[in-house]
């Protein structure tokens, strides 16, 4: 019986051991680039606030070197009050990431949806602060699954059709 325990211990050494050559750090959280523009102030303050809302997002990533990744989050925010913007917000929240020791099936995922869901908080006071600062009410942006995101994204690259080649 005791045999059967060492066998039993071994695999967990040789999992614990992969788990330890897999290594993730955040280097750098930073703002890439932001952009604020109130188009038609002063008049838009003179005028009742019941806003439509419109917000783009994306993610882009950049091998830098060796296991290094920047990863950017790109947010756009239209406020309209009717055809009138009120306001438009513009913000590239980045991160330089390290990760060592995973395959491209895990690496995807890790930089596609995981590092998105690390910055998103950021971007989102960046935006905050700017929407307060230009006069306007409190903006707060509800949480985004990156996750099923990321799966979308998958699935769309999957179903688009080969491009025909020339010849």
Sequence with gaps: MADKSKKNETPEVTEAQQNAEKQFAIQKIYTKDISFETPNAPQIFTQQWAPSLDINLGTQTQ????????????????????????????????????ASGFDEAELGPLLGSFCPNILFPYAREVISDLVSKGGFPQLILAPVNFDALYMQQLQSQQAEPASPTLN
Excluded: F, P, R
């Design 63 to 98: 091998a830098l070197e060796n296991d290094i990744y920047e990863v950017v989050l790109s947010l756009t925010v239209t406020v309209k009050i009717g055809e009138a913007t009120a306001y438009l917000v513009e913000v590239n929240q980045a991160g330089i990431i390290s």
